[in-house]
């Protein structure tokens, strides 16, 4: 039945299922008898049913109106109202509920079966996306687990962990599974910064874009983790600190550069050691090119992004 129903036929094809349906109950009726039993019609019900089923509904009806004329004339004596007559007009109306109705149980089994068949195509490409995003969500939490070894207390290594986390469930709060707008550039960069950015201070310059399923948390958590080190230690730390977010498609049309700058802020150190933040604002799937540097104006970092796409109209 699915094979039946589910596929989008062209018009040639459409066509070519007519005239099959057309030809085959003929056929039938003429090598049984050439109209001696009556009911001349009766034939052409089952076609009628699967063009309904297999096709679009108009086609059905002009299935239904050649059928009723290729019966008519061959099975039936001649033209309907050749002779207009009270039994001929009752037996018209007859025919013409009965091939409607026909049509639009056919029409609504058909749209029920097409609609049940979507959403369980839907449903398992979500369950992918679940399955990608969980095994994701598992390798973060590792990587954010192996900081570990180096923190100077298990008290400092919980304190920290536990903020990672926080971020990591903050990140996954702003992706909804299925969402088409979920990688979509500014709305992904001004949702992550707007928690710190309660005055204004965090810019935002860059054309709309959309980016790969895969870019959306490592980037949410590489711009959670300078938006934390800009209210600790830098531009967003005092009152006269900015910072600026860039972002373009490159010449290519596949890769996203984006620029976080640092301005205003108090003079900017190296880290003593390499921290978990540190880490975080690495290369890595999704991210495939990052550079981090602490000048002393500021913190400037730029991250490439493949596979993202700009959003035109």
């Excluded at 810019?203 to 948390?217: A, M």
Aim: net charge neutral; hydrophobic share 45%; proline share 5%.
């Amino acid at each position: 039945m699915r094979r039946l129903v589910e596929p989008d036929r062209s018009v040639s094809e459409s066509f070519a299922w007519l005239g099959g349906l057309l030809i085959v109950p003929t056929a039938i009726r003429a090598s049984v008898d050439t109209g001696a039993l009556g009911l001349p019609f009766i034939t052409y019900w089952p076609s009628l049913l699967i063009c309904s089923l297999a096709l679009e509904a108009r086609y059905a009806v002009v299935f239904a109106v050649v059928a009723a004329i290729t019966a008519q004339r061959l099975f039936g004596g001649g033209a309907w109202f050749e002779a207009v007559t009270a039994g001929r007009v009752v037996f018209f109306v007859l025919f013409a509920l009965s091939g409607g109705l026909i049509i639009a149980t056919g029409a609504t089994l058909r749209g029920a079966m097409r609609a049940v068949s979507s959403i369980n195509a839907q449903q398992e490409h979500y369950n992918r996306e679940l399955r990608h995003r969980v095994r994701n969500m598992l390798t973060l939490i590792q990587a954010l687990a192996s900081r570990g070894p180096r923190a100077a207390s298990p008290m400092d290594f919980y304190k920290e962990f536990s903020q990672r986390i926080d971020g990591l469930a903050a990140a996954s709060d702003l992706l909804q599974i299925g969402a088409e707008a979920e990688g979509r550039l500014p709305e992904l960069v001004r949702s992550t910064t707007a928690p710190f950015d309660s005055n204004g201070r965090i810019r935002l310059t860059g054309e709309p874009c959309r980016l790969p399923t895969g870019s959306c948390i490592p980037l949410i958590m590489a711009l959670h983790e300078l938006c934390t080190n800009a209210v600790k230690h830098g531009a967003l730390s005092n009152d006269g600190g900015h910072v600026e977010v860039n972002w373009f498609i490159g010449a290519e049309g596949q890769t996203l550069y984006l620029l976080w700058t640092e301005r205003g802020g108090p003079r900017v150190l190296p880290p003593a050691r390499e921290g978990l933040g540190t880490r975080l604002l690495m290369p890595q799937p999704g991210i495939e090119g990052l550079e981090l540097n602490f000048d002393p104006d500021g913190v400037w970092c730029e991250m490439r992004i493949n596979g993202a796409q700009a959003i035109t109209g």
